[in-house]
């Protein structure tokens, strides 16, 4: 593994700078490549006519993959970022030569959480996302202890989430309220996998990561203690050890 690319894919609703705690520790053992999907961050939002649709998002990795020229990759992300890794799975499984899922899960989500994802989509194109997403996101992305002992990391992440554009936020909603359940797809991924989870993750809890893993048939599993759903920003030592070590 050590020859080939780390590409991680962030969460939503933030941009690539969610890497930046661990971007000194990773680029300095592999190439580390760490895009903004579409609509966050720097990178647009194409104009279509299609319904959003993680295939899409999939479509732009390998495009970039071809773009820089590399064959195989490895290939992981966070939240969000996992669920378009699978995507890419489906399109181009030759391009992965191996996997890293952090606070991610395989299945689809429920009637509720689709339905839920559609209102604020709906929500964020009509009023916009400033002075109600953060509000709204900030219990689920960090842990209790996190949002009350560390402002600066609290300051970080809303920034984060008021920096993106309403239409990215509303099309990444719609195109992961679409995803298909990847269970049994990756029951036939052969290549080796790290599953990364907090063990306060209230959005993908352990019990998820555990099945995630459970469905992979070469994944390690890593529990991070008392982090919550956004470890690379909350625990990045920890998740950068762990990659670290099994990249190794």
């Known amino acids: 593994m050590p020859e080939l690319p780390l590409v991680l894919l962030h969460a939503y609703p933030l941009d690539a700078r969610m890497w930046n705690p661990l971007r000194e520790s990773l680029a300095a ?71 890293v899922f952090i606070d991610t899960r395989a299945a689809a989500d429920t009637q509720q959480a689709r339905a839920e994802r559609l209102a604020v989509a709906d929500r964020a194109e009509s009023e916009g996302i400033e002075g109600w997403l953060a509000d709204d996101m900030l219990p689920k992305l960090l842990s209790e202890h996190a949002r009350s002992t560390r402002p600066e990391l609290v300051a970080t992440v809303r920034e984060l989430i008021e920096s993106q554009q309403p239409s990215g936020v509303a099309w990444a909603l719609r195109a992961m309220a679409a995803r298909p359940d990847s269970t049994e797809a990756l029951r036939d991924v052969d290549v080796p996998a790290l599953v990364i989870v907090g063990e306060q993750d209230s959005l993908t809890p352990p019990a998820l990561a555990g099945d995630l893993a459970d469905a992979l048939p070469r994944a390690r599993l890593v529990v991070i203690p008392g982090a919550g759903h956004l470890t690379p920003l909350e625990t990045p030592q920890q998740v950068g050890d762990a990659v670290l070590d099994w990249l190794e």
Do not use: F, W
């Open 29 to 99: 053992r592999t190439r580390l490549i760490t895009p903004d999907q579409r609509g966050l961050g720097r990178t647009p939002l194409p104009p279509t006519n299609r319904e959003p649709s993680l295939d899409d998002a999939a479509a732009d990795v390998v495009a970039m993959l071809d773009k820089l020229g590399l064959d195989r990759v490895v290939l992981g992300g966070c939240s969000m970022g996992g669920y378009v890794t699978m995507a890419v799975l489906r399109r181009a499984p030759e391009r992965v030569g191996a996997l």
